[in-house]
């Protein structure tokens, strides 16, 4: 008997590492997660009630295996960011491609992922609060690979003494400032004043810096990007060795993104790259140019906006159903399949297409793909992905880490 279309998807719910955490296939399609209407699981992805989110599962595959190749021929691991997907089932997929562990930017963000079957992860922003201090004491009773970033010597005494009453050992890793006022302690002597304290701490174990240099990532041009990420690592590569040669054990220098992975992984005492993004891209990514090229295609588009196209009050332009709910508004959408024509915000609900000599154009009731603006504040507008391979929709994954930002 052919299967029908949700026995096979509840097949697939059922069947894929990952969707263990989200419960028997009822719970799956029936409730609360995925939120859509557990009767209608489309077939095709021209079928997908719009705006919807998609992936194109193998080229976000095809660039996760890439990146691990690519690592595979230098010192550093991959410690791939969960801020980008916000999904425990892809986070596992990058663990089978070969992962060391994964970060996450906030506590809530490391809960899920923790919840998903994640057990080695670092929390890459200060936690300076009791009560998610707490939270993080929580996580690493349950796992020994907890980890989380300090630059202040207040907040080490404060979970020293939260490490203390919870009986347990926490690993912390040092963030160095990397030229802009987000955070992180400047190099030389105020981290290593932070050093003596963390080391003075019973309850703390010194594992590493992290040194991720944001700003970086987008410069445009790789030589431009080559030449400052370079110039940023320095001091951390030296405060590395110092620490080693002064007998600390420095076990992590954790760095780097998408824009400059390529660079900073074949840099002397890099242990691990943070990348997020390289494995959707994104509009904002794929203009800051790669290797002789204006374009950064080291990693290929995979993750899509679904749109219809419902009004057309003027010729020379048509409206879509897209608009700032559906997009993040730093860069503009781009079309995926269809050249000289320009997508403008129009409100919440809306975007405009406007036509510029395009390859063809398109007709109200017509659906189409764009590539996102910026992927990780996109996503997060989102209940759910359509996982997709050709055109056939194969899996919708929740993205559980929504609104996760605590
Ligand atoms: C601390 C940290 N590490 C790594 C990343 C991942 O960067 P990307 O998505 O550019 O690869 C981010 C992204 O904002 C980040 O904040």
Request: charge should be neutral.
């Amino acid at each position: 008997m052919k299967p029908s279309r949700r026995n096979f998807i509840n097949t697939l719910l059922c069947s894929t590492a990952g969707v263990s955490l989200l419960g028997p296939a009822q719970t799956v399609l029936g409730k609360s997660k995925p939120n859509i209407k557990s009767s209608f699981i489309p077939e095709s992805i021209w079928d997908i009630p719009t705006p919807a989110l998609l992936i194109d599962r193998p080229r976000m595959e095809s660039n996760s295996q890439k990146m691990q190749s690519f690592l595979a021929g230098t010192k550093a691991g991959l410690r791939p960011h969960t801020k980008t997907h916000k999904s425990p089932i892809i986070a596992k997929m990058q663990m089978k491609h070969g992962a060391v562990g994964v970060c996450a930017a906030k506590v809530s963000e490391a809960e899920v992922m923790f919840k998903g079957g994640l057990k080695d992860i670092l929390i890459t922003s200060p936690v300076v609060t009791d009560d998610k201090i707490k939270r993080v004491m929580a996580l690493a009773s349950q796992s020994e690979h907890i980890s989380l970033v300090v630059d202040r010597e207040d907040n080490v005494a404060n979970l020293n003494e939260a490490a203390k009453a919870a009986g347990i050992k926490l690993s912390v890793l040092i963030e160095l400032r990397m030229g802009g006022i987000r955070t992180g302690i400047e190099h030389g002597k105020p981290a290593w004043d932070l050093l003596k304290v963390i080391d003075q701490s019973s309850n703390l174990q010194f594992y590493g810096i992290q040194a991720y240099a944001g700003r970086v990532q987008h410069i445009k041009g790789y030589e431009n990007r080559k030449q400052e990420s370079e110039l940023v690592l320095a001091p951390a590569q030296q405060m590395k060795l110092e620490m080693l040669q002064a007998g600390y054990q420095v076990k992590v220098l954790s760095v780097g993104g998408t824009g400059t992975y390529s660079v900073d992984a074949n840099l002397e005492g890099v242990t691990d790259i943070q990348a997020g993004s390289y494995l959707f891209m994104d509009v904002d990514y794929r203009i800051i140019g790669g290797k002789g090229n204006n374009l950064y295609t080291d990693f290929e588009p995979s993750l899509f906006v679904l749109s219809t196209a419902i009004s057309q009050p003027m010729p020379g332009s048509i409206t879509i159903d897209a608009g700032s709910k559906s997009f993040s508004k730093d860069k503009m959408p781009q079309l995926k399949d269809i050249s000289g024509i320009e997508y403008s915000f129009a409100g919440d609900e809306h975007g405009i297409l406007t036509f510029k000599n395009p390859s063809r154009e398109v007709k109200v009731g017509e659906k189409v793909l764009l590539l996102t603006s910026h992927c990780d504040p996109t996503i997060n507008l989102y209940d759910n992905y359509f996982v997709y391979d050709g055109q056939e929709v194969q899996d919708i994954w929740p993205v559980a880490g929504r609104g996760k930002s605590q």
